[in-house]
């Protein structure tokens, strides 16, 4: 486990320090917790998009997440089981088999990373004739129609998550 909890902190200033790269540790790992720390609709970041890059099964915590915005069949994504025993037994068999574990990286025969800054490919998009365009006549409705619970909730969920989830890969996390 990484970060500064752990006395562990993965963040490239603290690496270069010790002359490594938080990647290339993060990279032995077949599996990155991506959790999101807000659950607003259509919300990704950049912690499941490394996870990929990485060559890493993202665990996530998506709710809202339209199928159009992510790759598919690429993560794990805890709310879809009925509780965290379930998702524990089902990473350790993602784990454990080998043709089930490469199935969540069939993605990379159909997209590719081409690298480039994303505000370049947002602009690119933008200027295609082809890209379908969306119109909202009030901004405000829009936002405010979006879902995203208080970051204390979700954090105080988080707790007993990662609690139980060790728990059950039998991990001590006693301090």
């Known amino acids: 486990m990484y970060g500064e909890c752990y006395g562990k902190p993965c963040y490239e200033r603290a690496m270069k320090a010790e002359n490594k790269s938080c990647d290339a540790i993060l990279k032995q790992y077949k599996f990155y917790l991506a959790f999101e720390n807000s659950l607003c ?3 990704v970041t950049e912690k499941y998009w490394n996870a990929l890059k990485r060559e890493q099964i993202p ?3 998506w709710k809202n997440i339209s199928e159009d915005i992510v ?7 805890i709310y879809d089981f009925k509780d965290i025993n379930s998702l524990a037994n089902y990473v350790k068999k993602v784990s454990s088999n080998a043709t089930l574990y490469n199935s969540y990286f069939q993605w990379k025969t159909k997209y590719k990373d081409i690298g480039s800054c994303i505000s370049c490919n947002l ?3 933008l200027s295609r004739k082809s890209f379908q365009r969306q119109f909202y006549s009030d901004i405000g409705d829009w936002i405010g129609d979006d879902i995203c619970p208080k970051v204390t909730v979700v954090n105080n969920w988080f707790q007993h998550f990662y609690w139980r989830l060790f728990w059950s890969f039998g991990i001590d ?3």
Request: net charge negative; aromatic share 10%.
């Open 123 to 125: 602009c690119q998009l």
């Open 71 to 77: 790759i598919p069949n690429s993560y794990i994504n």
């Open 41 to 43: 609709n259509d919300y």
């Open 59 to 61: 665990i996530v915590n």
């Open 173 to 175: 996390i006693s301090l």
